[in-house]
């Protein structure tokens, strides 16, 4: 996108747009960590704690941890369908309502199937959100913006994670469903009253004087001349492409697609088989098989705020050192940390005495975190709303959003029985194997597309320059 309007500043209300989309990834977000807190009290004879009628099973707990992931599987596929038929802001609002019904059931569950019928809903919204908002963002941001305000996904993501570490633990079921009904109606009044549609979804729809209102707005212009060459390039751009089907066939049509569907897929694969969702679910219970001497409420605090504030450091960070190096960076030291967290696993239940190392769990895991939000955590949606072409990026989006989730129910439902079978450390070491593998992928496969404009990326694809 041309960034002729840079001289002039940028609008504040650009900041205003991107905080409003997400206020709807934060409510995403905590979907990952509802767990953590809320698990416990599921699993308490006192019905004081737990508004079910009886403790419940493991069996239960593994679907109820992980039957979300199979809604979030849904969500793109839904998500790809309403913004291509009716743009991105109004799938958004269509399918944000799954967020608030899912708290609502949660609220009034009386057994355990309200709870499994929450978390599929839920994950309905967080599928639609981390498919559409990337590619949302990306439309209504300039150029040298699209690494900072894409990152604002992770950041707000983080956010949601340790408000339910933050709350969780300390209020009932019920009030804590309806407290996290907040900022969906926040989003609902913010972003739906006040946040115009993406100018690039306009344009396909022929509505080009509504695009130039939808650009004047974000850009902060009141002349319409001043947003004149972006409204050219934004319609070059869909009429140069509107021939062409948008299919998943499609997404292999040449080199430069097929390359771009091998890196924004193999980035997400690495993330979800990093073991992350499975450490943020189980976080409690993963500090309770330590023995730490640190609470286990109060250690998933720690985690959480030291993953939102290394997540706002990646953010600052991605226009910096580029998206390449801190993917590099965030593989390796994520495999480092996990490895550590496998050996002390190890050491524990060979029956060392391991009371004089009892920091390294939370200190592994902390490492963890950070290594993972500096680049694994924000990266691979930045980097998928950045490769494909206009045309490309719903149904890219949906696609590759589809395949994380797969993977990521994959590896929640697998983490109980993971441990089981291979133990901690083996689970741990697993996941290490992974990362290292991902270390070297990034090194041999993905692009510095830093700075660049789409076309420019499309021929550093096609030309298979790094």
């Known amino acids: ?31 990952w960590s509802w767990t953590s807190p809320i698990l416990p009290k599921l699993n308490s004879p006192d019905p004081a704690i737990n508004p079910l009628p009886r403790p419940t099973t493991t069996f239960e707990d593994s679907w109820i941890a992980s039957v979300m992931n199979l ?75 699209r690494g900072v305000m894409g990152s604002m996904l992770g950041v707000f993501n983080c956010f949601g994670v340790l408000f339910m570490y933050l709350v969780g633990p300390f209020v ?25 549609e993406s100018p690039y979804d306009l344009v396909k729809q022929g509505k080009e004087e509504s695009a130039e209102i939808s650009l004047m707005k974000l850009r902060g212009r009141e002349v319409a001349g001043d947003v004149q060459k972006e409204l050219t390039y934004i319609t070059e751009s869909i009429d140069n492409s509107s021939g062409q089907p948008s299919t998943i066939c499609s997404l292999f049509q040449n080199k430069a697609l097929r390359k771009a569907m091998l890196i924004s897929n193999g980035l997400m694969f690495f ?23 640190i609470p286990s409420i109060y250690s998933a605090i720690l985690i959480g705020a030291v993953q939102l504030l290394s997540n706002i450091a990646s953010s600052q960070l991605v226009e910096k050192a580029g998206r390449r190096v801190l993917l590099v960076v965030s593989h390796l030291f994520s495999a480092v940390s996990l490895i550590t967290l496998g050996a002390y696993f190890f050491l524990m239940s060979s029956g060392f005495y391991v009371e004089e190392i009892s920091w390294l769990p939370i200190t592994s895991l902390i490492l963890f975190i950070v290594a993972f939000n500096l680049g ?34 994959v590896v929640t439902m697998g983490f109980p029985f993971a441990t089981e079978l291979l133990g901690m450390p083996g689970t741990f070491w697993t996941f290490s194997a992974v990362l290292v593998a991902g270390f070297l992928f990034c090194i041999a496969l993905v692009p510095e597309t830093k700075g660049r404009t789409s076309q420019e990326i499309q021929n550093l694809l096609e030309g298979l320059k790094k």
């Open 1 to 31: 996108m041309p960034t002729q309007t840079q001289s002039k500043g940028t609008s504040y209300f650009i900041y205003f747009a991107v905080f409003s989309v997400n206020l709807i990834t934060f409510s995403a977000g905590g979907c």
């Open 71 to 145: 809604g979030a599987i849904v969500g793109p596929l839904a998500g790809g369908f309403c913004s291509e038929r009716f743009g991105k802001k109004k799938a958004l609002l269509i399918l944000g309502l799954p967020i608030v019904i899912s708290h609502l059931l949660c609220a009034l569950a009386v057994n355990v199937h309200f709870f499994l019928a929450a978390r599929f809903l839920i994950g309905i919204g967080a599928g639609t959100v981390f498919g559409v908002v990337p590619g949302y963002v990306g439309d209504i941001v300039e150029d040298r913006q």
């Open 172 to 196: 009932s079921v019920q009030l804590f469903s309806l407290i996290n009904l907040i900022a969906p109606i926040l989003f609902y009044i913010l972003f739906g009253f006040f946040v115009p």
């Open 271 to 293: 993330q979800q088989f990093s073991g992350i969702c499975a450490v943020i679910g189980y976080m409690q219970t993963i500090f309770e098989m330590t023995g730490s001497s």
């Open 376 to 409: 694994l955590a924000n990266l691979p949606w930045v980097v998928l709303a950045e490769l494909f072409p206009a045309n490309m990026k719903s149904i890219s989006a949906t696609s590759t959003t589809f395949f994380s989730f797969t993977l990521s129910f």
